[in-house]
C-alpha cells in the first residue's frame, strides 16, 4: 500500500505545485489504485508517474470545488481511450453525477467501460467495498459539502508457521488446510495438533485517512483517531489562523493538533497555498512538526509507503 501525492496545491495550479489529486496504489493488496480528487490536469501529473490509468478502480471525491473535479471529465475519458475496459466507482456529494454525465454528453464521449456513480448521503456512512475493505466518509466543515475519507482495511488473518510444523512431516493436502483454519487435526499416529497453536497472530488492517478541504472540526477526529495515515490540509501557516477560518480551510499548526488528538502514525500535509514558496514552506511544516513530531509537507509526486503497525 502507497500513497502518491499527483497535486499538492490550494485553488490554482502554480508551477510547483498542482491542484488537488491523490492516488492510494494498491497494487500488492488489490491490483488497483483508487483516486481521491481529480483536479485539473491531473492525467497529466499521472504520465509522469507509473500509474496506469486502467489500474484506477475507484475514484472519491471530497467536494464539488473545481480545483477538485476540473481534471475528472478528461481522465474519465483517456481511461477508456487506453484499453481500460474495467468498470470505475465513483464516489462523491450530491452533484457529481450530473457534472460529469453532462461533461459526457456534451463533449459526445462514449466510455469503453461501465461507469457506477454513487452519490454520497451528506450525513455521512459506510461502504462496504471488495472483498472487505470498507470506506468511511463523514462531513467536514467547508461551507460546501466536503467529505473525509477512512480506508479500513481487512485483517490479515495470521500465516500457518510451517517451520514449526517441520518436525510433523505433514504433506501437502488437507491437513494442512484444515491446521491453517485453525482446526484440531488427528494425524495417523495418533497426535492431535490444534490449528490456532500453529498460527501467526492476525495482523490488523492499516488504515488510511484522507481529508478534504476543512475548518478544524470534531467529524476529523473521528475519521483519523489511530489512523496509520492521516492526510490534512494546511492551506495557512499559524498566524493565518482568522483568515483559514473565514474561508473554510486549516492551518498546519491546526492539522498537527489534530494528528496528536486522534493518535495518528503519521501526517501528511498538502493543499498548500501558492503563497508559500522554499523556507515558507519549510516554517509549514516546522509548525507542525513542533506540535506533531510525525508530520510531513509533502510535494507532488512524493510516494510513500503505508507501513503496517
Known amino acids: 500500500m502507497h500513497l502518491q501525492f499527483l497535486g499538492t496545491g490550494a485553488g490554482v495550479p502554480a508551477k510547483v505545485r498542482n491542484v488537488s489529486a491523490l492516488a492510494l496504489k494498491l497494487l500488492d493488496e488489490l491490483n488497483e489504485v483508487w483516486l481521491f480528487d481529480c483536479g485539473e490536469a491531473t492525467q497529466h501529473q499521472i504520465l509522469r508517474t507509473h500509474i496506469k490509468p486502467r489500474k484506477i478502480r475507484r475514484i472519491f471525491i471530497t467536494h464539488l470545488h473545481g480545483d477538485h473535479i476540473y481534471g475528472l471529465p478528461g481522465l474519465l475519458s483517456s481511461r477508456s481511450n487506453q484499453a481500460g475496459q474495467d468498470p470505475v466507482d465513483l464516489y462523491g456529494p450530491e452533484g457529481i453525477k450530473d457534472f460529469v454525465l453532462t461533461s459526457l454528453r456534451i463533449s459526445k464521449t462514449k466510455l469503453a467501460y461501465p461507469l457506477n456513480i454513487h452519490e454520497l448521503s451528506p450525513q455521512g456512512g459506510t461502504l462496504d467495498l471488495d472483498k472487505g475493505w470498507k470506506a468511511e466518509y463523514m462531513p467536514l466543515e467547508h461551507g460546501i459539502l466536503c467529505f473525509g475519507y477512512r480506508i479500513i482495511e481487512p485483517d490479515k488473518v495470521g500465516q500457518l508457521l510451517m517451520d514449526k510444523l517441520a518436525a510433523y512431516e505433514i504433506p501437502n493436502g488437507p491437513i494442512l488446510g484444515q491446521l491453517k483454519a485453525g482446526a484440531r487435526v488427528t494425524l495417523e499416529d495418533g497426535r492431535i495438533l490444534n490449528g490456532q497453536d500453529f498460527l501467526a497472530p492476525d495482523q490488523a488492517g492499516r488504515i488510511v485517512t484522507i481529508l478534504g478541504d476543512t475548518r478544524s472540526c470534531r467529524n476529523i477526529l473521528q475519521l483519523a483517531r489511530g489512523a496509520d495515515v492521516l492526510v490534512h490540509e494546511a492551506t495557512h501557516q499559524a498566524s493565518e489562523a482568522k483568515i483559514a477560518r473565514a474561508y473554510y480551510h486549516s492551518t498546519s499548526a491546526q492539522a498537527a493538533q489534530n494528528a496528536k488528538q486522534a493518535h495518528v502514525k503519521k ?37 510513500f509507503e503505508v507501513l503496517r503497525s
Not at 519549510?282 to 510531513?296: D, H, V, Y
Not at 509537507?297 to 510516494?303: A, H, I, Q, S, T
Open 267 to 303: 501526517l501528511y500535509l498538502n493543499h498548500i497555498s501558492a503563497r508559500y514558496l522554499g523556507k515558507q514552506c519549510k516554517q509549514l511544516e516546522k509548525e507542525a512538526q513542533e506540535i506533531f513530531s510525525q508530520a510531513t509537507l509533502v510535494n507532488d509526486f512524493d510516494e
